[in-house]
């Protein structure tokens, strides 16, 4: 035991080293692209990595999550490969497996990254309304019109989150979409970001910046796609705002490979009577960490967070989310659905804060778990933390299997032994499927159950 434990802070020491070395290479570089803002930003953002290095399960909010898998592999910065993968290949990135076409016949909006390298070539943003920006972070910054200084890791915070600060550190490019007051977009921008791997373990750091200004109207999807059978880490940040009355719905499609770890940490800073919502659905990966903050930072804030994770194997998924309720009249809604399967693992950790000022909050957590193997585990933690009388907040978890009594009800109709499982199992998850509201990112969540049903058998 003391042996493994050795080896495991050795592994923890050198990956940490190994990610301050990245940056004392790249710090050049980004001296002589970065505005002065960015490039004291960076370095702040690695010295808070160098202090706070790894979590490990000592660490309260990662107790139930060892990295050790992750601290074992040594990864290389990810190569910009945009040139090398053809449209086909990318393809199942896209809610429904719609057809990139070429950007000129696509009625899509949609920002393709490939290892956190923007690829123009399979990126389409024709016919954006007047006045609405949508394109890379290394473009925005060229622009010197302070537009990124204004929001950039404002909401993430590097000081505390060490994959936050790597990725503040570390990031290349990433997608940024821009709302102007009173725009509405009647299609979804679709933000891609797809990993590669082959023999050698490959690293990147998408970074996502979308800002809703006041009373704008938009639905943004990011999927997660990983390609090749080799292993990568995909270390994610998406910041957004939603400015006064506006009204933005988010998804996040996260199917990478099952070799792949995924951490991503998403950030959402709601004004005045704004409504934010985002869906998390997580369906591939060895290791995944989703964490998910919104602050509700003015009178009349809406958000809501609604999750589906599915894990066989030895899979691991993680979930955290945290609901800020800062300001009065303030309302959230939080529903996760998990399905675990032979020796998979996964946490939910869901907090909701209410401040003392934030009187006539209305708030409910609600996360729910089905196990098909006794070997099948998860932790659930719903918390409260209310610093007021006047609140009207509710939480619950449950963890259970599928109903013995239903299954023989189906089968007692004619129905075989393992459809009816299936049914049974597709209905739980269809409590989530059924309130994503895009057709094509429901069409695409459909067509991933049933194909994890078909390889689950």
Not at 99 to 111: A, C, Q, T, V
Not at 400 to 408: I, R, S, T, V
Request: proline share 4%; aromatic share 8%.
């Amino acid at each position: 035991m003391a042996k493994e434990k050795k080896n495991l802070m050795s592994d923890v020491m050198e990956q940490h080293d190994l990610y301050v070395s990245s940056f004392r290479a790249l710090e050049r570089e980004f001296a002589a692209r970065d505005p002065q803002w960015l490039l004291r930003l960076r370095r702040e953002a690695i010295e808070s990595f160098a202090r706070l290095g790894f979590p490990t399960v000592h660490d309260e909010e990662w107790r139930f999550t060892n990295l050790a898998p992750l601290a074992k592999v040594l990864f290389q910065a990810a190569p910009d490969e945009t040139d090398t993968w053809d449209a086909k290949d990318l393809e199942p990135a896209l809610p429904g497996g719609a057809p990139f076409g070429s950007p000129e016949e696509s009625s899509d909006i949609r920002l393709v990254f490939v290892n956190g390298f923007y690829s123009e070539r399979l990126s389409a943003v024709y016919g954006l309304p007047q006045g609405v920006e949508a394109g890379n972070l290394a473009g925005l910054l060229k622009k010197k019109d302070g537009a990124a200084e204004a929001h950039l890791a404002r909401y993430a915070d590097h000081r505390v989150h060490p994959f936050v600060a790597m990725n503040t550190a570390l990031w290349r490019d990433g997608a940024y979409l821009r709302l102007p007051k009173g725009t509405a977009l009647d299609q979804p921008v679709h933000i891609v970001h797809v990993s590669t791997a082959g023999e050698v373990p490959l690293v990147s750091f998408p970074r996502n910046l979308i800002v809703a200004e006041r009373e704008t109207q938009a639905t943004v999807v990011e999927s997660y796609l990983g390609l090749g059978r080799g292993v990568c880490f995909s270390n994610a940040v998406t910041e957004i705002v939603a400015g006064e009355n506006a009204v933005l719905d988010h998804y996040k499609l996260q199917r990478e490979n099952g070799q792949s770890f995924h951490i991503g940490a998403l950030r959402i800073y709601a004004d005045r009577n704004a409504s934010a919502a985002s869906c998390s659905i997580s369906l591939g990966g060895a290791l995944v960490r989703n964490e998910a903050a919104a602050v509700l930072d003015a009178e009349g804030a809406d958000c809501t967070l609604n999750g589906l994770y599915l894990a066989r194997g030895r899979q691991h998924v993680d979930n955290h989310t945290t609901l800020d309720h800062a300001k009065p009249h303030g309302s959230s809604r939080e529903l996760y659905h998990g399905i675990l399967g032979e020796h998979a693992t996964a946490v939910f950790n869901g907090r909701i804060i209410v401040r003392p000022g934030a009187i006539k909050t209305d708030a409910v957590q609600r996360n729910r778990n089905l196990l098909l193997s006794p070997d099948a585990v998860v932790d659930t933690k719903p918390q409260l933390e209310i610093y007021n009388n006047d609140v009207r907040c509710t939480h619950g978890a449950t963890i259970g299997q599928l109903d013995p009594e239903a299954l023989f009800y189906m089968q007692s109709r004619g129905i075989g032994a393992g459809e009816a499982r299936n049914i049974l199992i597709y209905a739980f998850a269809a409590d989530i499927k059924d309130r994503v509201k895009p057709a094509a990112v429901r069409a695409w969540v459909e067509d991933a159950l049933r194909a994890s049903q078909k390889e689950a058998g």
